[in-house]
């Protein structure tokens, strides 16, 4: 049975493989060809298109196909989307240590001041 996801969890769900971090930061510098996306990893073709299924499920790499060449591209909204969430929660970490080291500073007992 398919369940809905989230676009954010399946973001995440993608970005888990390191195979697939790898494709993301190769497409980060441009459009390529699956076949040169392919190059440099140690799996079979099979392999790198289902990575790229799975990549394009999550909204994160769109291809298309002319000819008989399939050209693979970042969809940097999916990133912008992830990255937003990463940093609000960052966001929140910081302000939370900022209010503890606050507090460390008004309770310090004064023979440390």
Same mark, same amino acid.
């Given at each position: 049975m398919l369940q809905y996801? @989230? *676009? #954010?969890?399946?973001?995440?769900?993608?970005?888990?493989?390191?195979?697939?971090r790898?494709?993301?930061?190769?497409?980060?510098?441009?459009?390529?060809?699956?076949?040169?996306?392919? @190059? *440099? #990893?140690p799996m079979s073709m099979s392999a790198v298109m289902q990575h790229l299924k799975i990549l394009e499920a999550a909204g994160l790499v769109r291809s298309e196909k002319v000819g008989r060449v399939r050209t693979c591209r970042v969809e940097p909204e999916a990133l912008t989307a992830a990255e937003r969430w990463l940093n609000a929660r960052r966001l929140s970490v910081e302000r939370s240590l900022d209010r503890l080291g606050a507090f460390l500073d008004e309770t310090k007992p004064e023979e440390e001041m």
């Open positions: 996801q @989230e *676009p #954010l969890d399946l973001a995440f769900q993608a970005l888990s493989d390191p195979t697939r790898r494709m993301v930061e190769r497409l980060s510098a441009g459009p390529v060809s699956v076949s040169q996306l392919a @190059e *440099p #990893l």
